[in-house]
Every structure is written in C-alpha cells, then in structure tokens.
C-alpha cells in the first residue's frame, strides 16, 4: 500500500451550538481584527450578524464583494481591503466562492510578487494569517481542503491554487448558518457535495479512510438533500447536509476528484454557470462513460443510494446508480441540457480540448479520457 497524507482544516467544530464557539478559536488564534469575506446578500439576511454577535466585541471588518465563480480581481481587491484595514486574520463566511477568495487572499496578503505567481500546485511559499472558516451553504466542501478555485474571465478559465498552506487553521460547521439558504443554492450545492462523494469514490488516488467518507457522504445526502429542499427550514436536514458536505470535502480534498469537474470547469470559465449546476449537468453522462472501468464501485454507490441491486449484474446496478443521480437531480429542480444554458453546439471542441487538458483533475478518473471522447460526452449532455 503506498504512503498517504490525509489533509483536513487544523480543527474542525461542528454541530447546531458550533457558531458560538467563534470568539474562543479567534482568541486561540491570537485574532484581534479580522476582515469577515462574505457577500452582501448574506449581510442583508442578517447570516454575517449572527457571526459578529459570537466574536466577543472584537473590531472587526466586512468585505462583501465577493460574487458567484469569483474573479481573480475580487482577490486583489479583498487583499487590498485586509491590508488597508491593519486586519490580523480572516473569516472566510459563506459559500465556496467566500471561502475561496478568503484562502486566496491569506496566501496572496504576505505575498510581494503577482497573484498569479501563486497559481498551481505548491506555488505558496509560506503559511498566511490566521484563517477560519464558515460555510453558509452544505455543498462545496472548500473549508476543509487545500485548493482554491478562481475564474480568469480574460482568459475564460479557471485557475486553482493549490497548497497546504491554504487549509483553514478552523472549519465552523453550523446548520443554522445554512438556513437563510436559498432552495436552488442548496439543491446545486449539495449536487455539488454528492459529485465530490462520487467522484472521490472512483478516484483512483482513492483510500480506504476516503472511500468511507465518500460513500458514508452519499447515504447522507441522498435522505437530506430533498428534505432540505423541499423544507429550508428542516433543521435535521440542513444538519446532515452539512455533515455530508464536509465528509465529501474530507473525501476529495485527498482523493481527488475526476472527469466531472474537468469539464465543468470550461462551462463555467465560459458561460458562467454555477459550479454545482455544471457538475450536475455533466454527473450522469460522466458516470455512464466511467461505468466501463468501475462497474463494481458504481454497484457500491447504488447500494449507498438505497438502490435494490439483489439479483442485479455488476453492469446492471452500475445503470441503476447512473439512472438514481439523474433522479436525484430532477427531484431538486436541476436544470438538464447544456443548450438550456445558452451553450452554442460549436462550442463543444474547444471545451472538449480544454477539459482533457486538466491534468491535475484527469490523472484521478477511473477511465482515461482524450479530447474526442470529451466531445462526445458534452454532446450527450447537450
């Protein structure tokens, strides 16, 4: 068995009571000014109140530009903020993108040279100021992993940074952050986790402490997520998908995710469509191409998803599983059809050779994929 490191936040705090645990980690830390990253949808709502009411009275400030798929500029301009503001740490609060730009910001605040010097793998020359994090959304799995994810609208791309040095020092993991959620948000964010627990199952830098995690992640997901949905207010729902969401983001920020995130990214570089919504356009068609090389872990999935396979071949509960994710999806109002997106047909080359080109994420995924068979799984999809 080859020698694994398994990366996680420094400390994790989760359950109903974990948002008033903030003031003690910022003392811990040694946090006496730090700059909340958020947006302001989630200051109007009253979410980043809750927050400042459990840091004991601390001068603090509020960057709240941040947007969906945040841009490389929003970085600069939340770097710009910290620095102005003499802030000794940050409070990355809300979805993905907030937590993103915080863990970009933590590793570009010391930085003296260009944000795209820290771009790829390793590329982070020291640890930042102190970082927490909070999600808002149950899906992206991002305070617990190493990566940030940026979008280059020059170049319609999306570039990661990607370095230890970004796990936060605290992951915060309160359902009752999640409940101001919005019913579409929380159905493509927590699409977005069961990817992350799919994909990470099928990894082929999988492990066994992944693989639990994983499949433990999708059991969770598949009772919660339409319970979530259909009540936002359905505490024990919102409670499993948070758990969910970090037990995915545990799995694939050391597993590794594949097939479907590569090509997710050019749809959202390009066409600026949600993340977890391309992940779930592209998740069944992607699991369908797999099947050929991973019939016996997709019978894994089905039977995690509650799906009766007694009697069933390998390739027979391999289909099901494919045929469960598509149901899954329709059940939470996931849109289907890359057209339905505005997504010109005549597209579809270059993405195909734009996704085959993301090594860092095709190294990981059961089936080799080229450009060609790219194609024709984005035409499927389309």
Known sequence: MSIRA?????????????????????????????LIVTDAILVACGTVDLAVAH??????????????????????????A??????????????????????AVAAFAGHEGALEQLFGIDQVPRKGPPLIAIPTTAGTGSEVTNVAILSDKQAQLKKGIVSDYLLPDVALVSPAMTLTCPRSVTAASGIDALVHAVESYLSLNGSPITDALALGAI??????????????????????????SLMAGMAFGNAGVGAVHALA?????????????????????????NKLACVERLRDI???????VIGLSDEQAAEQAVKAMAAL??????????RS????????????????????LMRNNPRQLNAADIEQIYRAAY
């Open 6 to 34: 398994f990366k996680i936040a420094n400390k994790l705090i989760t359950g109903q009571g974990a948002i008033e645990q903030l003031d003690a980690e910022l003392a811990r830390l040694g946090v006496d000014n730090p």
């Open 55 to 80: 840091m004991g009275g601390r001068s603090h400030g509020i960057f709240d530009g941040v947007e969906p798929e945040p841009q490389v500029a929003i970085v600069r301009e939340c770097a710009n």
């Open 219 to 244: 059991r969770l997901i598949v009772k919660a997520l339409p319970k979530a949905y259909a009540n936002p207010g359905h505490l024990q729902a919102r409670e499993d998908m948070a758990s969910a």
């Open 341 to 360: 997106f505005g997504v010109p047909e005549e597209a579809i080359p270059a993405m195909a050779v734009e996704a085959a080109g993301i090594e860092r």
């Open 82 to 103: 910290y620095r102005a503001g003499g802030h000794d740490g940050l409070i990355g609060l809300g979805g993905g993108s907030a937590i993103d730009i915080a863990k």
């Open 265 to 289: 990214y050019p749809l959202g570089g390009r066409f600026n469509i949600a993340h977890g919504v391309s992940n779930a356009l592209l998740l069944p068609y992607v699991m369908a191409w």
């Open 302 to 308: 089905a039977q995690a998803m509650d799906v009766p």
């Open 329 to 338: 999806c329709a059940a939470v109002a996931i849109p289907t059809g890359m």
